[in-house]
């Protein structure tokens, strides 16, 4: 009995493999990759930091640039300036601290010039725009500017974008899409956000 379980299980494992194995060989084209990361879960920024960090393990020149966040001591920040990825941070904090729309479009536009600068340039692997999502809902950069930037970057160049109610055209537009979904959040049962844990 446990000999045909076995068997069973081989056999499984082996049409299993033959389906990988065959995607894989599919699998042929290399190019950069634009990688949205969206939804109303918690996580988002830290999958996005989480490849930059790999990327940087094996070599990668990476570079990030930081919307709302600005006045948070950013932990992934402190480390990876440390090897080697260049941060260009708003540093206004939340939009609804500043409670100053032409003070936030400014700040905005100025670290989105960053961005282009980047996005324009190969010598960026990998580009992470925390955030931005926000900056086009708001209308503080416009949709049309970042999907020119994108489209107009060099071949090879990977960039991750994060933020809740990513634009349908930025979507559309992007090879991998992932939604993080809000099952439950300790803030919302009274537990404050906690250093190395939540920033």
Request: aromatic residues 6%.
């Amino acid at each position: 009995m446990e000999t045909n379980n076995q068997d069973r299980h081989q056999a499984r494992q082996q049409r299993i493999k033959e389906k990988v194995d065959a995607r894989i060989a599919a699998a042929q084209d290399e190019r950069g990759l634009l990688i949205v990361i969206t939804g109303d879960g918690k996580g988002k920024s830290t999958s996005g930091f989480g490849t930059i960090a790999r990327a940087t393990g094996h070599g990668l020149h990476a570079g990030v640039v930081q919307f709302i966040k600005g006045t948070w001591e950013c932990g992934e920040r402190i480390l990876l300036q440390k090897a080697g990825v260049e941060f260009h941070v708003m540093a206004t904090g939340f939009t609804w601290e500043t409670q100053n729309k032409e003070k936030d479009r400014e700040a905005a536009q100025q670290v989105w010039q960053e961005a282009k600068r980047m996005l324009a340039s190969d010598q960026y692997d990998v580009i992470l725009l925390d955030e931005l999502t926000y900056m086009v809902a708001y209308h503080y950069i416009e949709l049309d500017d970042v999907v020119n930037a994108l489209t107009q970057r060099p071949s090879k160049q990977h960039v991750i974008i994060t933020g809740r109610g990513c634009h349908r055209t930025l979507v559309e537009l992007a090879d991998t899409v992932s939604e993080i979904r809000n099952i439950k959040h300790a803030f919302d049962n009274g537990i404050k956000a906690q250093k190395g844990i939540d920033w």
